[in-house]
């Protein structure tokens, strides 16, 4: 069953907590429709400890993309050309 | 046999239109042009996994010749950058395998790290984050650049796909060669984890 098919059974009973964090993903994403996230954010709003893993879960999102390594030297670009034109090369010498 | 439609461009990491027919053709300016977009992007996928520079640009070059002789097996089925990251990613983890230094979490560490419930409630109670005051931004970004090293292959991939690289789920599941479904739960269960790992640090 996937996640949407998931959220229907929801509808069917109170929210808990557990259901907003099963969903998490989807509700930050903005991926729920209209009516359902309205309920999340109504229950996130009266439930302190979901307020704060909620943000505290945003906060790591964020953290993460923060989390850049550097992009290869300028160089590297041309040594594969070079790398790449040396094979070929060969390789059609190779074939067969 | 469902022919899927046939894009005769599209947009690399870089922004720049990528020629993918010429690409196809085996036409060798159209495959240099996509060697200087999609360098930078692939070596930052592949230096995640091997986690050491030379090891990286070995990898990287290597998957560019692997993707140009088996450009005639490429499907079409997603874009060509995608069908280009999966293969550096497999390449990326064969070299790995061949000699692991590095210790990461095992599953079972992922789900203890999820949060419990107990009648559909947090069994914890959360305390607020204040990453600013808590720490400088320099040891902020080492504690998370390690919490992230920590994560398990398959997860921390997704995190790099997604939340680093900008990928929609849709493409990091190419890429995978994973359903939609799995990508959203790794993901999520990933955020998850490295919430758990950050928390000593940051309430
Ligand atoms: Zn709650």
């Known amino acids: 069953m996937n996640l949407l098919d998931q959220l229907r059974h929801v509808f069917k009973r109170p929210l808990m907590c557990e259901d ?50 550097a992009d290869p030297p300028p160089e590297l670009i041309e040594l594969t050309l070079a790398f790449l034109r040396k094979h070929l090369e060969n390789g059609q010498n190779d074939a067969g | 046999m469902k022919q899927p439609s046939p894009e005769k461009t599209e947009t690399g990491a870089d922004g720049r239109e990528i020629d993918v027919e010429a690409v196809l053709r085996g036409d060798h300016a159209a495959f240099e042009q996509l060697v200087r977009q999609e360098s930078p992007r692939l070596f930052r996928l592949i230096l995640r996994f091997v986690r050491d520079d030379e090891e990286a640009r070995n990898v990287m070059q290597e998957t560019f010749l692997q993707a140009f002789k088996r450009l005639h097996t490429f499907r079409r089925e997603s874009k060509l950058t995608t069908w280009l990251y999966a293969i550096g990613i497999n390449q990326a983890r064969a070299a790995v395998r061949k000699k692991r230094r590095y210790t990461t979490l095992e599953e079972q560490d992922i789900e203890r790290l999820q949060p419990a419930f107990a009648q559909g409630m947090y069994v914890d109670r959360y305390e607020a984050w204040n990453p600013q005051q808590v720490a400088e931004r320099s040891e902020r970004s080492r504690l998370v650049h390690e919490a992230i090293e920590q994560l398990p292959d398959t997860y921390r991939t ?42 000593k640090y940051f309430r």
Not at chain 1, 32 to 58: I, M, S
């Open chain 1, 20 to 69: 907003v964090n099963h969903f998490l993903a989807l509700y930050l994403e903005g991926a729920l429709d209209p009516k359902t996230h309205a309920r999340f954010e109504g229950h996130v709003q009266r439930c302190p400890n979901c307020n704060t893993f909620l943000d505290q879960y945003r906060q790591t999102v964020e953290l993460v993309r923060e989390d850049e390594i």
């Open chain 2, 158 to 199: 997704v995190v790099v796909l997604r939340d680093l690289e900008g990928l929609s789920t849709a493409e990091a599941a190419a890429v995978l060669e994973i359903s939609e479904g799995a990508v959203r739960v790794r993901l999520h269960r990933a955020r998850q984890a490295l919430r758990a790992l950050l928390d």
